[in-house]
């Protein structure tokens, strides 16, 4: 297992996955990783569904515009909001954000890679999901994670910018 740091430095939306099954213990430790992360008075406002079947990821790949991740992922989970739980309006976004971010993290920590694909803030997106399973009135749709393994090289990007960071003034 890759350090922290390294760990948020190496990962890297992967969209190409080689054919390998995710053993389903590794998808319940990114899922456990999800529901550490922090959340408004702490109301852990998320619910996961997760897809491990081939025909329901390439129906779920048509029915998101950005989602070519899906051609080849194993595995993918649909986060999603919970209105009746979060702790006002608006939090719900924030809280399952962070629950990705130790998700993607999880993931890269344990040899894995994944590509995170906004269903919110498209509307449209957002109703053919809420259909498509039966999400009851208070369960919003928020991103789609695809998990998988990858072979190929992700080289660390330079992105640090000193511009963006402002110290005691702006
Ligand atoms: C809110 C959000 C929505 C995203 N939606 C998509 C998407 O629909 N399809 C996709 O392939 N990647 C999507 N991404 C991944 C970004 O394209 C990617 O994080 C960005 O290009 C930076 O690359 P990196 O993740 O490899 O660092 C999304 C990322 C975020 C945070």
Redesign the pocket.
Known sequence: MQNTIDTIYD???V?KYIDKEVNPDLVDEILRAAMFAPSGCNKQPWHFVVFNDKELIKEIKAM?P????LATAPVCIMVCGDTQKEMAQGFYQVDC?AAIENMILAAKALGLDT????IYPWEDTMAAFTKRFNLPENVKPF?LISVGYSEAK?ER?RRYDASRIHYNKW
Not at 66 to 69: F, I, K, L, V
């Open positions: 990962r890297r939306s969209r998101h950005y989602a070519s991740a954000s590509c995170w694909m906004g991103a992700q990007p």
